[in-house]
């Protein structure tokens, strides 16, 4: 699909105009994601073509990466997109990739190459009849149960991630991820066993891969230090657990402490 300046793509499930978006600009074009997991939001953003930039404004929780590849002007870089978010394309490819956005749970990578031409050779493109008015809710993503065990173990082994230390050396140990439980919750279920750590890390994957991409599964021999690794970044990234269950979690174990 190619757009000219004036020109707006509406990405999504089952894309439609935003609300505060009237209807009698005839600029737009809808386009609707194939085979899309039922989590991905109906309206998932806007590439909004100008005179001079491209910028794509999000309009969904739904997680997703924006990377440019080519000539983002200070070499290749990477961008987690939040609701509300917007940003400008850089010339040439930019890869956007929707986390767990396909029916099989796989991501789903679309691909949008900025680049300058001709004016001439395009025209303004009318909404089509696309849009899936009578498309089903958007249901919730696949996720964990808040404050059960899956769930503070994904907090314990994404918590560099949440904090913002990136550059964490390694993945919290075995008994790392037990203590941290033990700190927040004040019960850490059987957590003292390795084993038990090793299952709910087990589960965190799938449910943050999907059955697909389950590094578990798919990577036959790989350092599982290497996947718990790919794990705790994963579960950061896909939001099963997010910086705000880290602050929460810390809070409650520093009020049962006082008390």
């Known amino acids: 699909m190619v757009l000219g300046s004036g020109e707006t793509l509406l990405i999504g499930r089952a894309p ?5 978006r009237p209807e009698t600009q005839l600029r737009f ?8 997991a039922p ?3 109906r309206l998932l953003g806007e590439v909004i073509v100008g005179d001079e ?5 999000w309009h969904s929780r739904t997680a997703a990466q924006l990377s440019s590849l080519f000539d ?3 070499g290749a870089r990477r961008v ?3 609701d509300t978010v917007t940003v400008q394309l850089d010339e040439g490819e930019n890869q956007l990739l929707v986390l767990r956005g396909k029916q099989v749970g796989d991501d789903l990578l679309l691909v949008v190459d900025v680049v300058r031409m001709d004016t001439s050779v395009t025209r303004p493109i009318p909404l089509p009849a696309l849009q899936d008015l009578d498309a089903a809710p ?10 059960g065990r899956e769930w503070f173990v994904a907090l314990a082994l994404a918590e560099p991630w949440l904090a913002g230390d990136d550059d964490y050396p390694r993945p919290p140990t075995n008994r790392e991820i037990y203590e941290r439980v033990l700190g927040w919750h004040g019960y850490a279920w059987n957590l003292e066993r390795t084993q ?5 890390i087990r589960r965190v994957a799938a449910v943050a891969f999907g059955p697909r991409e389950d590094p578990f599964r798919s990577e036959a021999g790989r350092n599982l230090r290497n996947i718990r690794f790919a794990v705790a970044r994963r579960a950061a990234e896909v939001r099963l657990v997010t910086a705000q269950d880290l602050a929460a979690a810390n809070r409650a174990a520093a009020a049962r402490h006082r008390s």
Do not use: E, I, N, W
């Open 29 to 36: 074009t809808a386009y609707p994601l194939p085979s899309c």
């Open 138 to 147: 958007t249901k919730d993503a696949p996720g964990l149960v808040p404050g």
């Open 39 to 41: 989590h991905v939001s």
């Open 72 to 74: 983002a002007p200070a």
């Open 80 to 82: 987690v997109l939040s």
């Open 16 to 20: 439609q105009l935003p609300d505060d």
């Open 53 to 57: 930039t491209v910028r794509l404004r």
């Open 196 to 200: 038990r750590v090793d299952d709910a």
